[in-house]
């Protein structure tokens, strides 16, 4: 603390509480909940790939029934594992989302 802000302080008799990083307890819970969105929106970036990923494996799904209708049964079966699988990262991402938000 500089010599004019001790001098502030003991006239008006208030004391800033600062940790040993120089930032009150308010300014701590800024930082941490500003910490804690940018993380979130980090984690929900996921979700983007995950539907580009479902995109392609439907689309791949139509090409493939346009070049042999008679395997249509048996490729949808494996397009709709792929979505399933592509899906979960998309799941994944929302959970890490909610439990950075919510939890920590």
């Given at each position: 603390m500089s010599n004019l802000s001790k001098s502030v302080c003991q006239v008006s008799k208030f004391?800033?509480?600062e940790n040993k990083h120089g930032m009150t307890r308010m300014e701590?819970?800024?930082m941490l909940e500003g910490a804690k969105s940018?993380?979130?929106g980090a984690a929900t970036i996921a979700s983007v790939g995950a539907a580009v990923g479902?995109?392609?494996v439907f689309s791949s799904l139509i090409h493939s029934v346009a070049r042999n209708p008679s395997l249509a049964k048996q490729l949808f079966g494996y397009a709709i594992l792929g979505f399933a699988?592509?899906?979960?990262?998309a799941l994944f991402a929302l959970m890490m989302a909610i439990l950075i938000l919510f939890v920590f």
């Open positions: 004391k800033r509480n701590k819970f800024e940018m993380g979130a479902i995109g392609n699988l592509t899906e979960a990262i």
